[in-house]
Nanobody
């Protein structure tokens, strides 16, 4: 059974940092792109960023560019999201995803999802 499990969420003050992790099990995703999405209350799930399979090329939403960094360790089947300079607008449930079959910015193209981890940024 393929599973993606996120961890590292929590409550942080504005300007602070958090590091989210996503651990995959059941299969390796070393040849697949992986990504992060987030969903705030009352809003649709939105793309945060993605990382390519082997060379680790990254692409971010404009709203997080320069503040968030995605990395991956294919040997450990893990992906991380380092979030710095957090603002209240970053408050959301953060999801990791793997293996897109189309546009990486569209939620419907990603084949595997984690259960999400809550990030709350207080002002």
């Amino acid at each position: 059974q393929v599973q993606l499990v996120e961890s590292g969420g929590g409550l942080v003050q504005a300007g602070g940092s958090l590091r989210l992790s996503c651990v995959a099990s059941g299969r390796t995703f070393s040849s697949s792109a992986m990504g992060w999405f987030r969903q705030a209350p009352g809003k649709e799930r939105e793309f945060v960023g993605r990382i390519s399979p082997t060379r680790g090329f990254t692409y971010y939403a404009d709203s997080v560019k320069g503040r968030f960094t995605i990395s991956r360790d294919n040997d450990k089947n893990t992906m991380t999201l380092q979030m710095n300079s957090l603002i209240p607008g970053d408050t959301a449930v953060y999801y990791c995803a793997a293996e897109p079959l189309g546009s990486v910015m569209a939620t419907k193209t990603w084949q595997y999802w984690g259960q999400g981890t809550q990030v709350t940024v207080s002002s």
